[in-house]
């Protein structure tokens, strides 16, 4: 089947917002944010021949504007004092920089602002029909709050993005977050909004950061029922997942009619991530963004902005992940058997850890979890109360 006729030709297709500059988001040499791993999915899309030159579009800088759409003043100030030198960490504390998950690196400012208008300019391609869909990796910061920064993530690329559609596009939005941890950030901007619905598919608080994400948390006021959460148990292998966040999307989308899709594409949830306890392998990467592409397809003329997240096997997992979701937006038939040798053998020599020969993981990736029934079964619960209020049955008052 076409998914793309008529008037789609004369537009690109997708565009990858993407330049080394955006490597500046650095902590230091040994934090587990490390966006080498733009190079090194850059690399191996460009070594599959998925990627050329007229694909790439370089992202801009965000704006001071720009930025207070969805921070504080106060906060993008002390961000830029930081960024300068001019603070200590015991003056920035209180902003959640200057943390040993967050700290302060020079020119922090810049870099974060340049991640922002990377997104920028991905809503601008598919908000003016020039792309059907823009895919920003160095996105994706979920965890920025509107006052201070958390889990790595300074300022929230996503949250601004989507106060730039409302305010430029008036459209409504439709957010889904498949990274492993809670897409805290964005559900607080939008908790009261009723005209962005935010989905977040995570391993349960209980044990992971940020520890929020439950499935009561629903949106309040008007926004009441348009912050869905679906916290998953540990050790959640793919099936499991998938039921879930297919069930869900899919729901929430025909009952929310959005305008536009951005999907939150932090690759954790995969049993080699060190940070997190899910169970995912490369199928998973394989499956979310196919019905991201259907869904915003179906729904939104095309629009889906796609952005990049967590992810902290940078050699083993990532790189596979985010190509496959390339490719899927470039509607390319996704890659079976072994990956480009060149590849390998460009990177192998650099990785601590052996890698991944395959497109998809090999077999026996990890040893089969006992509690396999049983963590399915809760979680299908989980789901059934996420839903419970836009199913049919349900009666407004
Ligand atoms: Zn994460
Ligand atoms: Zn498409």
């Known amino acids: 089947m076409a998914k793309h006729t008529g008037n789609d030709k004369l537009k690109k297709h997708a565009v990858y917002v993407y330049s080394e500059e955006q490597l500046g988001y650095k902590f230091s040499e040994t934090h587990p944010f490390n966006q080498k791993r733009l190079i090194l999915t850059t690399d191996l899309l460009r070594k599959m021949n998925a990627l050329s030159d007229q694909d790439i579009v370089i992202p801009r800088i965000a704006t001071d504007d720009e930025l207070l759409l969805a921070h504080d003043p106060r906060y993008v100030d002390i961000v830029k ?9 015991s003056q920035t504390e209180s ?8 700290p302060i690196f020079p020119n922090m400012h810049e870099a974060s602002a340049r991640l922002v208008g990377g997104t920028l300019t991905a809503v601008d391609y598919v908000m003016e029909n020039k792309a059907l869909h823009a895919l920003n990796l160095g996105g994706g910061l979920h965890h920025g709050f509107h006052g201070r920064a958390s889990g790595f993530c300074i300022y929230n690329d996503s949250s601004v993005a989507i106060k730039y559609i ?11 977050d498949t990274d492993a941890h809670h897409g805290d950030g964005v559900q607080w901007s939008f908790y009261e909004d009723p005209d962005v619905c935010t989905i977040s598919i995570h391993e349960t608080g209980r044990y992971l950061f940020p520890g929020t994400g439950n499935v009561t948390e629903r949106g309040s006021g008007l926004g009441y029922g348009t912050s ?26 025909t009952h929310f009619k959005p305008d536009v899709i951005i999907t939150q594409n932090g690759a954790d949830a995969h049993y080699l991530d060190p940070l997190t306890h899910l169970y995912g392998t490369m199928k998973l990467y394989q499956e979310i963004p196919k019905l991201a592409h ?15 997240g967590g992810g902290y096997d940078i050699w083993r997992v990532v790189p596979r992940a985010w190509s496959l979701l390339w490719m899927e937006m470039n509607d390319m038939e996704l ?15 650099d990785s601590p850890v052996q890698l991944i020969p395959t497109w998809m ?7 089969p979890i006992p509690r396999k029934e ?13 839903l419970y209020h836009i199913r049919p049955h349900y009666e407004k008052e």
């Open 294 to 308: 259907q869904l915003a397809h179906e729904f939104c003329d095309g629009k889906w902005i796609a952005v990049g």
């Open 228 to 253: 869905f959460n679906l916290p998953i148990d540990a050790f959640t292998e793919d099936e499991s997942f998938l039921d879930l966040y297919m069930t869900a999307f899919r729901e929430i989308a």
């Open 166 to 176: 409302q305010q430029k596009y008036k459209a409504r939005v439709l957010y889904i």
């Open 335 to 349: 890659p079976q058997g072994k990956l480009p040798k060149e590849w390998l053998d460009q990177w192998q020599k």
């Open 95 to 102: 902003f959640g920089i200057g943390t040993e998950d967050t």
């Open 361 to 367: 993981d090999p077999e026996n990736l990890y040893e």
């Open 374 to 386: 049983e963590i399915t079964e809760k979680n299908k619960q989980v789901l059934d109360k996420a």
């Open 81 to 89: 004092k930081a960024s300068k030198g001019l603070m200590t960490s």
